[in-house]
T-cell receptor, first 115, second 116 residues
Framework: DSGVTQTPKHLITATGQRVTLRCSPR?????VYWYQQSLDQGLQFLIQ???????AKGNILERFSAQQFPDLHSELNLSSLELGDSALYFC??????????????FGPGTRLTVT | AQTVTQSQPEMSVQEAETVTLSCTYD???????LFWYKQPPSRQMILVIR??????QNATENRFSVNFQKAAKSFSLKISDSQLGDAAMYFC?????????????FGKGITLSVRP
C-alpha cells in the first residue's frame, strides 16, 4: 500500500458525460501528479499540483481540468467524454515539487470506461 | 524533450534464473533520475529501484540491480533468482532533477513472464 488513495476504482459512463476522479496523497506529501495510461498512448503525464498551485502541464486535453484543495487532496475533472478517454488514471504524490530524488508514489488508479 | 525507449515488448525467464530488461533514454541534461516501476496484474505501480545520474555506483535492491551506463544512456534492470511474483509489466522512467516540472517520462513497458 503506497498510502495514496484514489476513488472510485472503476467508473463506467457514456460519451458526452462529465466525471470527477479523486485523489488523496500520502500524509505529508505536498505534490500531486496525474497520469493517464491507455493502450495506444502508454503512460502519459497530465498535470502536477504543488501545495494547491498548478506547477506543470503535460498532454492534458482542454476538456480535462484539475485542482488541489487546501487539505491537499486533488480532483481530476473530465468532461465531454469520448470513447478514447477510456483509460486508467493514476494519481501519484511526492513530498516536494522538484528538488532531490523525490520519489513519486502511485495510487491504485481509477479505471474509466466510456461507452 | 526527454524520451525513454524500451524496445523489447515481451520477455520470458525461467523461475530462479536471471533476466535483464533493457532501457535507453535520450536527454541533454547532465543530472537526472532514473526509475524502474513494476505493474503487476493488479495495475498498481510499484517503485522497484531508482538511480541518481551523478552516482557512478549502480543501485541494488535485494534481487534487483541496475546497469547504468551514462555515456551510452542505458539503464537496464537485472532480476536475479526470478520468482513467479516477478511476472508483471516493467516500466523504465526518467525524471529531471529541477526545472519547470518533475514529471516522470515513461517508456512503453515490457511484459515479463516467469516460467515455473
Amino acid at each position: 500500500d503506497s498510502g495514496v488513495t484514489q476513488t472510485p476504482k472503476h467508473l463506467i459512463t457514456a460519451t458526452g458525460q462529465r466525471v470527477t476522479l479523486r485523489c488523496s496523497p500520502r500524509s505529508g506529501d505536498l505534490s500531486v501528479y496525474w497520469y493517464q495510461q491507455s493502450l495506444d498512448q502508454g503512460l502519459q503525464f497530465l498535470i502536477q499540483y504543488y501545495n494547491g498551485e498548478e506547477r506543470a502541464k503535460g498532454n492534458i486535453l482542454e476538456r480535462f481540468s484539475a485542482q488541489q484543495f487546501p487539505d491537499l487532496h486533488s480532483e481530476l475533472n473530465l468532461s465531454s467524454l469520448e470513447l478514447g478517454d477510456s483509460a486508467l488514471y493514476f494519481c501519484a504524490s511526492s513530498l516536494r515539487a522538484r528538488e532531490g530524488l523525490n520519489e513519486q508514489y502511485f495510487g491504485p488508479g481509477t479505471r474509466l470506461t466510456v461507452t | 524533450a526527454q524520451t525513454v525507449t524500451q524496445s523489447q515488448p515481451e520477455m520470458s525467464v525461467q523461475e530462479a534464473e536471471t533476466v535483464t530488461l533493457s532501457c535507453t533514454y535520450d536527454t541533454s541534461e547532465s543530472d537526472y533520475y532514473l526509475f524502474w516501476y513494476k505493474q503487476p496484474p493488479s495495475r498498481q505501480m510499484i517503485l522497484v529501484i531508482r538511480q541518481e545520474a551523478y552516482k557512478q555506483q549502480n543501485a541494488t535492491e535485494n534481487r534487483f540491480s541496475v546497469n547504468f551506463q551514462k555515456a551510452a544512456k542505458s539503464f537496464s534492470l537485472k532480476i536475479s533468482d526470478s520468482q513467479l511474483g516477478d511476472a508483471a509489466m516493467y516500466f523504465c522512467a526518467y525524471r529531471s532533477p529541477t526545472g519547470a516540472n518533475s514529471k516522470l517520462t515513461f517508456g512503453k513497458g515490457i511484459t515479463l513472464s516467469v516460467r515455473p
